[in-house]
């Protein structure tokens, strides 16, 4: 007889061949080719070869792509800041897939011991990792942006940091599903500027914008919250590691930039809470909860926050 936790056991065994070289090698393609396009990107923009199309295609998945990673991997799977109604759950899982940053449940996995060992030893990407020196934090530095993932060091185990989604069977199915939903998320954007446009031109200028342009923004932008956020910014709030707000990702991170306040209360929903910090992540939760599709929404408590505030904030 088949148990409930089959669907847990089965992704389990996925994740137990993310090293493979076949896993590997698509890490290493979704991470570098993208971010080899930017060069090209501004010379090609500079030239006239990108239309409204292209950055239709372009801003749309990459919203797309941000939500399914802050509201959706980040913090509804990862953190609980909220409960999500099936629909909802589904469409973040999905929405988060389509980044190209991994399966859910090793996101997730991942990120909770990110915050357990948080800057200390353990932290599968803590810019602080060989120590404090010039040399030290930029190799530090270059680890935790991408090298951590290029070199799959110190990545979580599942069964232990996720189990409640490794149970989930939505969550499993969509895991398993990873390498689909890259696909899509690869050639979509092709499909669509091709019809468009109704030509291979069409084609070609939403694959490049809307795929590797929009892929390579996403990932050094997320990428940057574990790098540049653990190495600079503001610090309003007592955390016990190195995490900063860095204002000028605020937009395009939708707030995940608001990093230091995130670290001193992970929990909380919102993580840009003092006046003037936009926190779009926080408004799609607000927006949610609205329609009733977000429910137990942990937004700031005030009293709680008064307490963290720092002696110099």
């Given at each position: ?5 089959d ?19 698509l ?8 971010t ?5 990107a501004?010379y ?58 991994g399966?859910v ?56 940091y ?11 199915a ?59 910014g ?37 993580h ?6 936009i ?34 904030a």
């Open positions: 007889m088949a148990s409930a936790a669907p847990g056991d089965s992704a389990a065994s996925e994740f137990q061949a993310v090293g493979g070289r076949l896993e590997r090698g890490i290493w393609v979704f991470i570098v080719v993208p080899l396009a930017l060069l090209p501004m090609f923009a500079w030239g006239g070869w990108i239309g409204w199309h292209d950055l239709l295609l372009l801003v749309v998945f990459y919203v797309i792509t941000t939500t399914g990673i802050g509201t959706g991997y980040h913090r509804c799977f990862t953190h609980g800041s909220f409960k999500s109604k099936r629909g909802l759950k589904i469409a973040l899982a999905i929405a988060g897939s389509l980044a190209l940053e399966p449940i090793r996101w997730v996995a991942d990120h909770r011991k990110h915050h357990k060992f948080s800057d200390r030893e353990g932290d599968p990407h803590s810019p602080w990792r060989y120590g404090t020196t010039a040399w030290a934090v930029t190799k530090g530095f270059v680890f935790a942006h991408a090298g951590w993932v290029l070199w799959g060091v110190d990545r979580a185990e599942p069964r232990h996720a189990p409640d989604l490794l149970r989930d069977r939505d969550m499993a969509i895991s398993r599903h990873f390498r689909s939903l890259a696909a899509v998320s690869l050639l979509a954007p092709a499909l669509i500027g091709g019809l468009l446009d109704r030509s291979w031109h069409g084609a070609a200028t939403g694959f490049f914008w809307g795929t590797l342009v929009r892929v390579a923004l996403m990932h050094h932008v997320t990428f940057s919250i574990n790098s540049i956020c653990h190495v600079t503001k610090k309003p709030f007592e955390a016990r590691d190195r995490s900063g707000n860095v204002w000028w990702l605020a937009i395009l991170s939708q707030g995940e930039s608001w990093h230091n306040l995130h670290h001193a209360d992970p929990t909380c929903a919102r840009g809470v003092l006046k003037g910090q926190d779009i992540n926080a408004w799609i939760i607000r927006r949610s909860e609205q329609l009733g599709w977000a429910y137990d929404v942990k937004w700031p408590d005030q009293d709680r926050l008064g307490k963290k505030r720092t002696a110099t």
